[in-house]
Nanobody, 124 residues
């Protein structure tokens, strides 16, 4: 089973930027999606964005459209989440995950392999 490791989290002021990385232990099948999710204490996990590896098509939650961008570096088996104009409500533990494409790329139930998470904290 593929292993995923997130990195790049930290603490920033509102309006700042961070770039998160998700490195896979092996090449992920091109028919898979890779998604980014976040969870704040006491809240349920929510989908942030996703990329379909067969075409590099991307999807984003309405709350982050225009601010977050997903990209990939195929030779490095790495997917990135660039986060700009960060707001306090973006605070949480961020996870990357992968699984076969099912047509609902922002639904956590579609994913079978998960990373350990990286913390993002945004102060006002």
């Amino acid at each position: 089973q593929v292993q995923l490791v997130e990195s790049g989290g930290g603490s920033v002021q509102a309006g700042g930027s961070l770039r998160l990385s998700c490195e896979a232990s092996e090449t992920i099948p091109f028919r898979n999606s890779l998604g980014w999710f976040r969870q704040a204490p006491g809240n349920e996990r929510e989908g942030v964005g996703a990329i379909y590896l067969g075409s590099d098509s991307t999807w984003y939650a309405d709350s982050v459209k225009g601010r977050f961008t997903i990209s990939r570096d195929k030779p490095k088996n790495t997917v990135y989440l660039q986060m700009n104009s960060l707001q306090p409500e973006d605070t949480g533990m961020y996870y990357c995950a992968t699984g076969p494409w099912v047509g609902s790329p922002l639904a956590s139930s579609a994913y079978t392999s998960w990373g350990q998470g990286t913390q993002v904290t945004v102060s006002s």
